[in-house]
């Protein structure tokens, strides 16, 4: 009688999962998925866009957590998994920032490289039209103002102890550093918002830097669901804002 090919086919399996997870995390393949109308793929070492330019992703260099922030490469904005679901919303740990170190060439390319470039592309959209009954200016580019538009209709359906915490807004658009650095702010590209300041825990404003949050998940979950990631999942607290990065969310 043959043996069974079942306990083979187990460790052949067992034996290429961490190559699949790998491939599955890979930052080009994330990219591509997150932004198809820039970027196709890989080539070598290399991040391919839509119009042939290429872009290195990894620069080989060892970083500390400053550096990481101040001299990334495109690899170093994967350093940390942007957690979701119900377990997420824990204190994260020390220094963990998932999506605080961002690429500047990466982002500039797509939404444009100075404050003109990124204008030209910025749309208005009617933000919760039954609650704020205002407007934001967001870019286009990417679908972002679309993305925007789906996340404002289902903040109005909201319950009103809960959609208040989203109105009003305290700002889009505003070609500016973060304050304190050189590094562009994601508000430059017209794909940031952040929400209602009475309700805001900010790790600057914080002598103690303990772990505060006032927003509702049901609030930060809609955001998840259109590909904007939220502040309150780093160690460095932002709880108001809220910016497009896609590419952190797809699996």
Known sequence: MNPSPRPALLLLFLFLLPALIQAGDDPAERLAKAYPGFIKGQQGGDLIWSDGSQMPLDDGRKKT????LDEPDIQDQFTWTYPTGPSSYSPPGFNTDPGRVRYEPL?????????GAVQRNLVRVRWMPKSANS???????NGVDKK?????????????????YAYPT???????PIAGTKRLSTHSFGTAIDLNTKYTDYWKWDKK??????????IVE??????????????????????YRPELLNP
């Open 135 to 141: 407007t934001v200016m967001i870019t286009r580019v």
């Open 222 to 243: 809609i955001f998840e669901k259109h590909g904007f990631i939220w502040g309150g999942k780093w160690y460095h607290y932002d709880t108001m804002h809220f910016e």
């Open 65 to 68: 957590f400053d550096q990481l």
């Open 148 to 164: 925007l538009e789906a996340v404002s209709r289902e903040l109005d359906a909201l319950p009103p102890s809960i959609r208040k």
């Open 209 to 218: 830097m303990a772990y505060k949050n006032q927003m509702p998940r049901e």
């Open 107 to 115: 982002f500039k390319k797509m939404y444009g490289a100075d404050s």
């Open 170 to 176: 305290a700002g889009t658009f505003n070609w500016r």
